[in-house]
C-alpha cells in the first residue's frame, strides 16, 4: 500500500478542498482520510504543501505512432505526458495509416496498452479522413474506438458530416470537430491580419473557423448529438458556442495554453514555434476565450500536443507544419495565466483539466474517490520552475526559456509512479 500524506486534496467532481490524507492500494484508491504513518505501508509520499489532485486528462493530442514516429511515438508521448501530470490521453486519428478501420485500430490500442499512462484513441469520422464516406462508426465503437474526429481536417460535406453526427448520437459518443474552412485560407497557421500582412502572408481569417464553428453548432442543435469543437482561436467561435449551448445544443468546446496564453504577435518572436492551426489570433480574441473559460461556455482545456521534428520547424515559415507540444507546460500555463491572473480558481482550473475531458468520453478517470482509480497529480501551485527540456522526442515549444509556475511533483497511474521530480 501506498500512502499520500498531507496534501490539500482538490478533487472537482466531488467537490473536495481539504487537507486529506489518500491510500492506495492495488491500483485504486482505498481510503481518504486522516492516517498515522505505518509499517503498513510500502511506501510514503510526503505531500505537506501541495496539491493532490486527479491526474489530468488530454482529449487531444498526436502521438504520430503508426507513421511519424520520428517525430512522436506512443512511449515517448507517454512519458511526456506523465511529466506534465497527465494519466489519460486521447490521441487524435491522423495517423499513417489512419485509423479508419479495425485492424489500425487494434494495432494502435495493442501498442497503447504497453505505455505507462492511459493512452486511448478516435477513429477517424471518414475514410481516409478523404471527407467523402464514412467509417464503420458501430464496429470501430466496439473494437475499442472512444469517439470519432478527423482532426485537422474540416468535414465541408455537411450532408455527411449530419449523418455522421446521428450516428454517434445513437452510440453516444462524441464527434470532434477542427473548424477551418480551407476555401478562406490563404496561408494556414497564421492570424490573417496586420502580422500576417507585414511578413507577406495571407494568413487565415477568423471567418474561416467561426463560419465552420456556427454551422456544427446547429447541426449538433438539429441532431442532438454530443460535439466537440476542438482547439477555438477567436471571439466570434466563443460566441457562437455560447449562443448554441443557450439554445440547448449538446456541444464542448476547448481552449489550448497557447490560444489562451499568446497572441499573433509571438509569430514575430517565435516564428515557425508560434505557428499552429487554428492560428495565434489578436488580443482581443485571447481575452474572449478567457472569458468563455471563466463563465463555462469553454469547457475543457486540451493541448493539441503535436510534435514536429526539428528539421521541420526550421523550414520557412510559409512552408514549416503547424503545431506544438504542449503536455509539459499546459499544467504551469493554467496556474500562471488562469489562477494567479484571477480567471479561474485552481479547482476550476482543475474542472477542465481533469473531470470535464473524461465526462466528454465517458471515461473513469478525472476523479479521486474511495474505491476509484488511482490516477494521480501531485504539485505544487506556489513552485515556479524554468522550460528548459521536455521528455517529448520533440522541443517545438515557444515557451522554451519561460519560468512558469505548478511544478509536477509525482504523477501516479494505477497506483504506480510513473513520474516522480523531487
Known amino acids: 500500500m501506498l500512502l499520500i500524506k498531507d496534501g490539500r486534496l482538490i478533487d472537482p467532481r466531488g467537490g473536495t478542498d ?3 490524507d489518500v491510500v492506495v492500494d492495488g491500483g485504486r484508491v482505498k481510503n481518504i482520510g486522516k492516517f498515522q504513518r505505518g509499517g503498513q505501508y510500502d511506501e510514503i509520499l510526503e505531500a505537506g504543501g501541495k496539491v493532490v489532485a486527479p491526474g489530468l486528462v488530454d482529449v487531444h493530442v498526436h502521438f504520430r505512432d503508426p507513421g511519424f514516429t520520428h517525430k512522436e511515438d506512443v512511449f515517448s508521448g507517454a512519458r511526456s505526458a506523465a511529466r506534465g501530470g497527465y494519466t489519460t490521453v486521447v490521441c487524435m486519428a491522423n495517423t499513417k495509416p489512419v485509423v479508419d478501420n479495425t485492424d489500425t485500430l487494434d494495432a494502435v490500442l495493442r501498442r497503447a496498452g504497453q505505455a505507462p499512462i492511459h493512452v486511448l484513441t478516435v477513429a477517424a469520422v471518414t475514410q481516409g479522413m478523404q471527407g467523402r464516406a464514412l467509417t464503420d462508426f458501430r464496429a470501430l465503437r466496439a473494437a475499442g474506438a472512444v469517439g470519432f474526429s478527423d482532426d485537422g481536417i474540416p468535414i465541408m460535406d455537411t450532408a455527411l458530416l449530419l449523418e455522421a453526427m446521428g450516428l454517434a448520437r445513437e452510440l ?3 464527434v470532434s470537430l477542427h473548424e477551418e474552412d480551407p476555401a478562406l485560407i490563404g496561408s494556414p497557421g497564421v492570424n490573417r491580419g496586420a502580422v500576417s500582412q507585414a511578413l507577406g502572408l495571407f494568413g487565415a481569417p477568423v471567418v474561416s473557423e467561426s463560419s465552420m464553428v456556427a454551422r456544427d453548432c446547429m447541426l449538433a442543435l438539429e441532431t442532438g448529438a454530443t460535439v466537440n ?12 458556442v455560447r449562443f448554441a449551448k443557450g439554445l440547448g445544443a449538446k456541444v464542448v468546446a476547448e481552449a489550448t495554453p497557447h490560444h489562451f496564453s499568446l497572441t499573433e504577435e509571438s509569430v514575430h518572436t517565435h516564428g515557425t514555434l508560434a505557428k499552429m492551426n487554428p492560428p495565434l489570433r489578436r ?8 472569458t468563455g473559460l471563466a463563465d463555462g461556455t469553454l469547457d475543457i482545456i486540451a493541448t493539441d500536443h503535436a510534435p514536429h521534428a526539428r528539421e521541420e520547424k526550421a523550414m520557412p515559415l510559409d512552408k514549416a507544419p503547424s503545431g506544438i507540444i504542449g ?3 499546459a499544467l504551469g500555463l493554467g496556474v500562471c495565466n488562469l489562477v494567479r491572473r484571477g480567471h479561474l480558481t485552481l479547482m476550476g482550473l482543475l474542472e477542465k483539466m481533469t473531470a470535464n475531458p473524461a465526462a466528454l468520453y465517458g471515461l473513469d478517470a478525472g476523479y ?3 474505491g476509484g482509480p488511482a490516477d494521480i497529480l501531485i504539485f505544487d501551485d506556489r513552485e515556479s520552475w524554468t522550460v528548459t527540456e521536455f521528455a517529448s522526442k520533440s522541443a517545438n515549444s515557444p515557451f522554451v ?11 501516479l497511474c494505477g497506483g504506480k509512479l510513473v513520474y516522480r521530480n523531487d
Open 18 to 20: 481539504e487537507v486529506l
Open 172 to 174: 453516444d459518443v462524441p
Open 229 to 240: 469543437i476542438q482547439h477555438i482561436s477567436c471571439k466570434k467561435s466563443v460566441e457562437c
Open 283 to 290: 488580443d482581443e480574441d485571447r481575452h474572449s476565450i478567457l
Open 327 to 329: 503536455l509539459e507546460t
Open 368 to 370: 479521486i474517490a474511495e
Open 401 to 411: 526559456g519561460q519560468t512558469l509556475y505548478g511544478r509536477v511533483h509525482a504523477t
